[in-house]
């Protein structure tokens, strides 16, 4: 063990240069676990004791301070020149020091073992006041040889190997003692320095000055002095007799231009990290990992989320996501250790309740004594968004019932669907990505002439369609009709083509089935249209010449004839005329089964005032009152079959009027979303309900000849004329207030 006396000589602070920085300077002396810094008076009181390594044998400072070492219970091994080793009592070590001689023991105390220097201290005058120790605990070294000689080289590396000075003056500003390293390093001796005026040495520095006279005050205090280009610290601690006088000030010196150095290089690399946090292009803030209240942010996170500055550091982390993603974020939070934990796609909340996606980068570390998460992160809500779109698009493509498959700028494939596997039979295992498409059947058919015709549709407008026989692996033979597009990056170049492609062999078979039932319907309908024209011709021709002979008998035999045999010839006659009626009808009918070669304008209102006015002695003669009650418009059909529909309805309405009140017949139009909705009313007879459809049958009527005349056609021929156009007719009536019939002719583009 060993103390320093209270009572130092007068000795002026050195700072200390060295050419190595290490930890502390005092604190690697006084702090360290296996040292013990003391000093007693000439009685062998000890009046200081400081040093971590006091702990380990199980006393306090207190506890010791006013005890004379001799009253202890330890000893020491000394080794003295050629005698070897002697062990020494505490009475004998304080007399050798006191006599002049520094001893270096190692003592036992408390169970511990110390490697000690024992020196003396001197007043100004040269005289021995007392006794100063520094003592390394080396309990643990002694268990091997090498512990120990690691021990002993770290015990020599403290006293002579540190840059530093430890030192002392009185209360006159003499320095009284100085050891250490540091004395070396500057190229000193204790001596040089011994004697000394402190204040010599501060080289007029005000703040060394300061600091000095404070600590001369009893206050500890420190400084910082360049000498030669390089920066010293020093620490003074005063110490004190037990009135409370100033003893002596202990100091301890050492350089710190290497930490300065560091501490510079710190400072800038703050200002760095400060610089790349402030002007980030990323969002980034700061919260503490307990409260998750904000403390930093950069600008780019408060335009961000929408907040200012001050508003921002107000906000906790909670006020930054929405509810259902804030406990699904912390707990990844919690479980981020010091390595960045990366979490993508997190929504977030801006001031006005919009909600953003961030890919986020979180770290935990300690900042300014907290533990705190480092947030790092980029807006991606146009990705996302874009991902979602891309995952809704895929989702129904994977719906539709047509096979779909993209290919790129080489014709190789990079999606294809379920319908497309289906249809090119992909067996389990095979993956036809970055194959090429051809690979999915044996070879393909189509026209040379069809296929120039599809490639140069293809290259002027980006998209084609072409119907094409595939002969596939398996054999099947399948007919396709395929619409492909090209696919174009953003700078407009072609990287690609996706192609919707549905089988029609089913349906193409349908088709060509269909189209030689109309070529031998069309073939029946021709024959039949031939066989009307010839029946009409061939069945006329021997009722014009019935006709003939009648009229001419009854000319010339007119007299001879009885009254009766008069009235059969009429009879017989009109019979006639009513067959030609028939057949005359019956041709027009046929006619009507041709479909409309031309499709016109048709200027209703014009075309109904044409039908009036052939229709004028017969309407006239019946007395009818003729109304149009609202703006006829202009529909696209075949001209001459409106024509004829229109004057049917309204003869219909002249021959079925009532004798019982004046014949009122009415034509308008309504317009709705597709089509012309006409009627024609009139307050005619009407008819029963039970009637409705089968007014509209060939040959059908309702009446005898003798009561109402007609071949019973005209209705059936007003049907077939509305369906030529797509339409609908029908009739409300009632046998006490007439009959309204209702017709459809749907709209066309050109109208």
């Given at each position: 063990m060993g103390i320093l006396h209270e009572a130092f000589s007068p000795l002026p602070v050195i700072p200390v240069p060295g050419g190595e920085c290490y930890k502390s300077r005092l604190e690697y002396i006084l702090n360290s676990e296996a040292l013990i810094l003391f000093s007693t008076d000439r009685y062998g009181r000890i009046d200081f004791l400081e040093g971590e390594g006091l702990a380990r044998t199980g006393f306090q400072s207190e506890d010791l301070v006013g005890i004379s070492i001799q009253e202890l219970d330890w000893t020491a091994t000394v080794r003295s020149g050629n005698a070897g080793l002697r062990i020494f009592s505490p009475s004998q070590i304080l007399k050798s020091v006191l006599q002049g001689e520094e001893v270096e023991a190692e003592a036992k105390f408390s169970g511990r073992i110390f490697r000690s220097r024992f020196s003396p201290l001197r007043y100004e005058s040269g005289e021995?006041?007392?006794?100063?120790?520094?003592?390394?605990?080396?309990?643990?070294?002694?268990?091997?040889?090498?512990?120990?000689?690691?021990?002993?080289?770290?015990?020599?590396?403290?006293?002579?190997?540190?840059?530093?000075?430890?030192?002392?003056?009185?209360?006159?500003?003499?320095?009284?003692?100085?050891?250490?390293?540091?004395?070396?390093?500057?190229?000193?001796?204790?001596?040089?320095?011994?004697?000394?005026?402190?204040?010599?040495?501060?080289?007029?520095?005000?703040?060394?000055?300061?600091?000095?006279?404070?600590s001369l005050k009893g206050e500890e205090s420190r400084y910082t002095l360049r000498i030669k280009g390089r920066s010293f610290e020093t620490r003074l601690y005063p110490r004190f007799d037990e009135k409370g006088r100033i003893t002596q000030v202990l100091g301890v010196s050492n350089e710190i231009t290497i930490r300065e150095a560091f501490e510079k290089r710190i400072a800038e690399s703050e200002s760095n990290y400060r610089n790349l946090f402030e002007n980030n292009s990323q969002i980034m803030f700061l919260f503490e990992y307990d409260s998750l209240a904000i403390l930093k942010a950069n600008g780019i996170a408060k335009?961000?989320?929408?907040?200012?500055?001050?508003?921002?550091?107000?906000?906790?982390?909670?006020?930054?996501?929405?509810?259902?993603?804030?406990?699904?974020?912390?707990?990844?939070?919690?479980?981020?250790?010091?390595?960045?934990?990366?979490?993508?796609?997190?929504?977030?909340?801006?001031?006005?309740?919009?909600?953003?996606?961030?890919?986020?980068?979180?770290?935990?570390?300690?900042?300014?004594?907290?533990?705190?998460?480092?947030?790092?992160?980029?807006?991606?809500?146009?990705?996302?968004?874009?991902?979602?779109?891309?995952?809704?698009?895929?989702?129904?493509?994977?719906?539709?019932?047509?096979?779909?498959?993209?290919?790129?700028?080489?014709?190789?494939?990079?999606?294809?669907?379920?319908?497309?596997?289906?249809?090119?039979?992909?067996?389990?295992?095979?993956?036809?990505?970055?194959?090429?498409?051809?690979?999915?059947?044996?070879?393909?058919?189509?026209?040379?002439?069809?296929?120039?015709?599809?490639?140069?549709?293809?290259?002027?407008?980006?998209q084609a369609s072409a119907e094409v026989i595939h002969i596939l692996r398996s054999g099947k033979r399948i007919r396709i009709d395929c619409n492909f597009k090209k696919i174009k990056d953003e700078d407009g170049n072609d990287i690609g083509s996706v192609m919707v492609i549905r089988d029609i062999t089913d349906k193409v078979r349908v088709r060509e089935s269909l189209e030689r039932a109309i070529n031998d319907l069309e073939t029946t309908n021709q024959e039949l249209e031939q066989f009307a024209y010839v029946a009409s011709h061939d069945l006329q021709?021997?009722?014009?010449?019935?006709?003939?002979?009648?009229?001419?008998?009854?000319?010339?035999?007119?007299?001879?004839?009885?009254?009766?045999?008069?009235?059969?010839?009429?009879?017989?006659?009109?019979?006639?005329?009513?067959?030609?009626?028939?057949?005359?009808?019956?041709?027009?009918?046929?006619?009507?089964?041709?479909?409309?070669?031309?499709?016109e304008k048709i200027q209703t209102e014009s075309l109904l005032?044409?039908?009036?006015?052939?229709?004028?002695?017969?309407?006239?003669?019946?007395?009818?009152?003729?109304?149009?009650?609202?703006?006829?418009?202009?529909?696209?059909?075949?001209?001459?079959?409106?024509?004829?529909?229109?004057?049917?309805?309204?003869?219909?309405?002249?021959?079925?009027?009532?004798?019982?009140?004046?014949?009122?017949?009415?034509?308008?139009?309504?317009?709705?979303?597709?089509?012309?909705?006409?009627?024609?009313?009139?307050?005619?007879?009407?008819?029963?309900?039970?009637?409705?459809?089968?007014?509209?049958?060939?040959?059908?009527?309702?009446?005898?000849?003798?009561?109402?005349?007609?071949?019973?056609?005209?209705l059936s021929v007003c049907k077939r004329i509305v369906e030529n156009h797509a339409g609908r007719i029908w009739v409300v009536s009632d046998e006490a207030r007439g009959s309204e019939f209702f017709f459809t002719i749907p709209k066309r583009g050109s109208e």
């Amino acid at each position: 063990m060993g103390i320093l006396h209270e009572a130092f000589s007068p000795l002026p602070v050195i700072p200390v240069p060295g050419g190595e920085c290490y930890k502390s300077r005092l604190e690697y002396i006084l702090n360290s676990e296996a040292l013990i810094l003391f000093s007693t008076d000439r009685y062998g009181r000890i009046d200081f004791l400081e040093g971590e390594g006091l702990a380990r044998t199980g006393f306090q400072s207190e506890d010791l301070v006013g005890i004379s070492i001799q009253e202890l219970d330890w000893t020491a091994t000394v080794r003295s020149g050629n005698a070897g080793l002697r062990i020494f009592s505490p009475s004998q070590i304080l007399k050798s020091v006191l006599q002049g001689e520094e001893v270096e023991a190692e003592a036992k105390f408390s169970g511990r073992i110390f490697r000690s220097r024992f020196s003396p201290l001197r007043y100004e005058s040269g005289e021995i006041q007392g006794m100063i120790g520094l003592s390394l605990d080396i309990t643990e070294a002694k268990k091997s040889e090498l512990a120990f000689a690691q021990s002993s080289r770290d015990f020599r590396t403290a006293i002579e190997g540190l840059p530093i000075v430890v030192f002392s003056f009185n209360p006159v500003a003499v320095i009284t003692f100085a050891e250490g390293g540091g004395l070396k390093r500057l190229g000193l001796l204790a001596e040089d320095l011994v004697g000394k005026n402190i204040f010599e040495r501060s080289e007029g520095d005000p703040e060394s000055m300061q600091a000095l006279r404070a600590s001369l005050k009893g206050e500890e205090s420190r400084y910082t002095l360049r000498i030669k280009g390089r920066s010293f610290e020093t620490r003074l601690y005063p110490r004190f007799d037990e009135k409370g006088r100033i003893t002596q000030v202990l100091g301890v010196s050492n350089e710190i231009t290497i930490r300065e150095a560091f501490e510079k290089r710190i400072a800038e690399s703050e200002s760095n990290y400060r610089n790349l946090f402030e002007n980030n292009s990323q969002i980034m803030f700061l919260f503490e990992y307990d409260s998750l209240a904000i403390l930093k942010a950069n600008g780019i996170a408060k335009s961000a989320y929408g907040y200012d500055g001050e508003e921002f550091l107000r906000k906790t982390l909670s006020d930054l996501m929405p509810p259902e993603e804030f406990g699904q974020f912390t707990d990844r939070i919690r479980g981020t250790g010091s390595r960045p934990n990366f979490i993508p796609e997190v929504r977030h909340l801006k001031k006005n309740g919009e909600r953003f996606y961030v890919d986020i980068t979180a770290t935990r570390f300690e900042f300014n004594g907290k533990d705190c998460v480092l947030v790092a992160g980029a807006e991606v809500t146009e990705r996302v968004q874009s991902e979602r779109e891309k995952r809704f698009n895929l989702a129904i493509l994977s719906q539709i019932s047509d096979a779909v498959i993209a290919l790129d700028s080489e014709r190789r494939i990079i999606y294809y669907n379920k319908p497309a596997e289906e249809m090119y039979e992909i067996e389990w295992g095979y993956n036809p990505i970055g194959k090429p498409y051809s690979e999915l059947f044996r070879r393909d058919w189509m026209s040379e002439e069809n296929k120039r015709a599809v490639m140069e549709e293809y290259e002027r407008y980006g998209q084609a369609s072409a119907e094409v026989i595939h002969i596939l692996r398996s054999g099947k033979r399948i007919r396709i009709d395929c619409n492909f597009k090209k696919i174009k990056d953003e700078d407009g170049n072609d990287i690609g083509s996706v192609m919707v492609i549905r089988d029609i062999t089913d349906k193409v078979r349908v088709r060509e089935s269909l189209e030689r039932a109309i070529n031998d319907l069309e073939t029946t309908n021709q024959e039949l249209e031939q066989f009307a024209y010839v029946a009409s011709h061939d069945l006329q021709e021997p009722l014009r010449t019935i006709a003939s002979y009648l009229r001419l008998l009854e000319r010339r035999c007119s007299p001879q004839l009885p009254e009766e045999g008069k009235e059969f010839i009429q009879i017989t006659v009109d019979a006639v005329k009513r067959q030609q009626n028939l057949i005359e009808s019956l041709l027009n009918y046929s006619r009507l089964g041709a479909k409309i070669e031309v499709w016109e304008k048709i200027q209703t209102e014009s075309l109904l005032k044409d039908v009036v006015h052939d229709l004028f002695a017969g309407l006239n003669a019946a007395d009818v009152d003729f109304r149009l009650e609202s703006e006829m418009p202009v529909i696209v059909g075949g001209p001459e079959q409106i024509r004829q529909l229109f004057l049917n309805l309204i003869t219909n309405a002249v021959k079925f009027r009532s004798k019982e009140r004046r014949p009122v017949i009415s034509v308008s139009a309504r317009e709705s979303r597709e089509e012309w909705e006409f009627k024609v009313a009139d307050n005619g007879i009407g008819m029963d309900p039970k009637y409705f459809d089968k007014i509209f049958i060939i040959f059908q009527k309702l009446h005898s000849l003798g009561e109402y005349p007609g071949t019973g056609i005209g209705l059936s021929v007003c049907k077939r004329i509305v369906e030529n156009h797509a339409g609908r007719i029908w009739v409300v009536s009632d046998e006490a207030r007439g009959s309204e019939f209702f017709f459809t002719i749907p709209k066309r583009g050109s109208e």
